[in-house]
């Protein structure tokens, strides 16, 4: 690498070739350069063709030679005046130098993991509480909610997922039907497809799935809308008004999903139940009254019963986490991505987590 | 004696227990529009959220009328009206819902008077005729003036306003000014703004305090004027002082 630099008696000379400085040397040290560290420098003479213009990465270049070059005042000649000013200008700002961030272990980061976990979950009880204190003012008109957010959240909760709900739950239903079918016809039990897909729908897959479809659907859309109010200080507008967001924003919205779940949720049972009786018609020699009488004696009380607290309680989980996210974003874009992400997998963790509380609940019981 | 409509004593305001901005003591009379100037980072800001209570004050005590912020009724409306750098309306409501919601909050006037009010004070900002148009379709100074609309949804005495002309080009800001000056002469409402704007600091303001972010307390109180002729902070002196490259400074450059 051929340097730009000739040493002189107690002087540089830096010569700039025709087509411009090599970039290259950009962040060298000085020996690299061709100067002796050792040597005292009182002056600099800069070079240049005719025409040179020089640009930013001259300057950089130059400013980062004069850093290194500690000791005496440095005189400059043949360095234009304007390159001379926008060296000063960056000299005459010093950031700020910020204390290089400690580096973290696997034990401390583990460690700091599970405290943000821990802060995070009594954050999320905390919230449960809130809500739970917050009902009776919503129940008697008292809280500060808009009633058409209500209604907003109920529509665009509705609506906008009934397609998705109905294609999951009805493809659920066949994929059980057709793998009970193919199992049970080499028992002569073909029959019992309608037993299989009847209370596994009504007690298990009809909540679970419809709560993930919610996860992703309107606990994503609940948190990137409250994460970009955080960004756009709409929250900090309605603090200032003395209304706090837990009742503005979250109660409206855990109300409509708690109110909403258990009516997608028959809706999920019918056609859980539907796609099994087509697989089942189809594959087996089970006409559809058969498949409906088999399914109405197999289906108990208490399964709905399970089921539909199951929604509930789902509906409610999926909006508070989803709010949740949302609340704790920083102000953003990125911030909005991740209260999304963090809205969809929290929730999706926590419904399989619950569900299994319930199953555990449900033995204990022995129903 | 009359109270200050605002008093400060000896306030600190920082993040995480770090002191941005410490001893702070100022009292903001009645009617007064007062500016909170500073160099970038020094917390002009964070003072104006800490005044407010969404930021909790470090040390010290602030006052409306005497009255420390949470010791006012929590159940009655704010003493004051905010304007947010960005506007802050609500995203999801027309400009008529963002008026209307705060009165709606607070059972402020009579329930069949608040469309009438809420237009008025559309018009007041010049956006009558845009009541059923969505934030997301105005322009930022638009969006600037309806969010003071809002500010002034429940009259109130003292409207706060975070960098008003922020983002907004000259003319645009010169008619937030003239706005400002007429609600105070209109309504007597005292003003509080954060601003890094000569010109409006100039036009509008009657007494400035000016933040130093090196040394993390205020360092000038008074005048603009009186501070640009009389500091004996250089710092103040110089920032009030500019006022872009003169023609020769411009010309000695080229």
Not at chain 1, 68 to 91: C, F, K, N, Y
Not at chain 1, 96 to 115: C, F, H, K, M, Y
Not at chain 2, 234 to 249: I, Q, T
Request: glycine content about 10%; hydrophobic content about 50%.
């Amino acid at each position: 690498m051929s340097t730009p630099f000739r040493q002189e008696a107690d002087g540089l000379v830096l010569r700039i070739p025709d087509g411009g400085l090599d970039q290259t040397l950009l962040g060298c040290p000085l020996s690299s350069l061709g100067i002796d560290p050792g040597r005292p420098v009182r002056w600099l003479r800069l070079e240049a063709p005719a025409h040179w213009s020089w640009g930013t990465a001259d300057a950089a270049f130059l400013d980062d030679v004069l850093r290194q070059l500690t000791g005496e005042a440095i005189r400059l000649d043949g360095v234009p005046r304007d390159l001379q000013a926008l060296m000063s200008l960056a000299r005459g700002t010093p950031s700020a130098q910020a204390a290089p961030a400690p580096r973290q272990g696997l034990r401390e980061r583990v460690g700091l993991g599970v405290l943000a976990w821990w802060r995070e979950t009594l954050a999320m009880v905390a919230l449960i509480g809130d809500m739970v204190l917050r009902l009776p003012r919503l129940l008697t008109g008292r809280a500060m909610v808009r009633r058409s957010e209500i209604l907003d959240v109920l529509a665009e909760s509705s609506t906008r997922a009934i397609v998705i709900v109905s294609v999951v739950n009805l493809l659920m239903g066949a994929i059980l039907a057709f793998v009970g079918a193919v199992q049970l016809k080499t028992f002569g039990a073909g029959l019992y497809v309608a037993d299989l897909v009847g209370i596994a729908s009504v007690r298990e897959l009809a909540p679970v799935m419809t709560a993930i479809v919610l996860a992703g659907r309107t606990g994503a859309s609940f948190a990137a809308r409250i994460a970009t109010m955080q960004g756009n200080e709409e929250i900090d507008a309605l603090t200032t008004l003395r209304v706090p967001p837990e009742e503005f924003l979250v109660l409206p919205r855990v109300a409509a999903l708690s109110l909403l779940m258990p009516l997608l949720y028959v809706y999920a049972c019918l056609l859980s139940l539907i796609g099994g009786m087509i697989v089942a018609t189809l594959m087996l020699d089970v006409t559809a009254t058969g498949y409906l009488i088999e399914t109405q004696a197999a289906i108990k009380s208490a399964n709905f019963a399970i089921g539909g607290l199951k929604s509930v309680v789902f509906g409610a989980l999926v909006a508070l986490i989803g709010c949740r996210c949302g609340l704790r974003a920083g102000r953003s874009a990125a911030d909005v991505g991740q209260a999304t992400t963090a809205a969809v997998v929290n929730a999706i963790v926590a419904i399989i987590a619950v569900d299994a509380l319930f199953a555990v609940c449900a033995n204990a019981l022995g129903v | 004696m009359t109270t200050p409509r605002i008093a400060l004593h000896d306030v600190s305001v920082g993040y995480g227990g770090r002191p941005v901005q410490s001893g702070i003591r100022v009292e903001i009379q009645a009617g007064e529009i007062f500016a909170v100037v500073g160099d970038s980072g020094s917390g002009k800001s964070t003072l104006l959220k800490s005044m407010v209570g969404l930021q909790p004050l470090l040390s010290g005590q602030v006052l409306f009328d005497g009255v420390p912020l949470d010791d006012a009724a929590q159940d009655g409306p704010p003493p004051f009206g905010i304007l947010f750098q960005g506007g802050a309306l609500w995203s999801s409501m027309t400009l008529l819902e963002n008026v209307v919601m705060p009165m709606d909050l607070y059972g402020h006037a009579p329930a069949t008077a608040r469309d009438l009010l809420a237009r008025f004070k559309l018009a007041l900002v010049g956006l009558a005729g845009h009541e059923d148009r969505y934030p997301a379709s105005l322009s930022g100074g638009m969006r600037k003036r309806a969010a003071l609309a809002r500010a002034l949804a429940l009259d109130p005495s003292v409207l706060f306003l975070d960098e008003p002309s922020a983002g907004l080009d000259p003319l645009s800001s010169r008619r937030l000014d003239e706005l400002v000056l007429s609600l105070r002469e209109g309504l007597g409402i005292t003003v509080v703004l954060v601003t890094h704007e000569l010109e409006s600091l100039y036009s509008i303001a009657d007494r400035m305090l000016f933040l130093d972010g090196e040394q993390h307390r205020p360092v000038a109180l008074g005048a603009p004027a009186t501070l640009a002729a009389t500091s004996d902070n250089a710092k103040v002196r110089d920032f009030l002082a500019r006022r872009g490259l003169s023609d020769s400074e411009r010309e000695a450059r080229s």
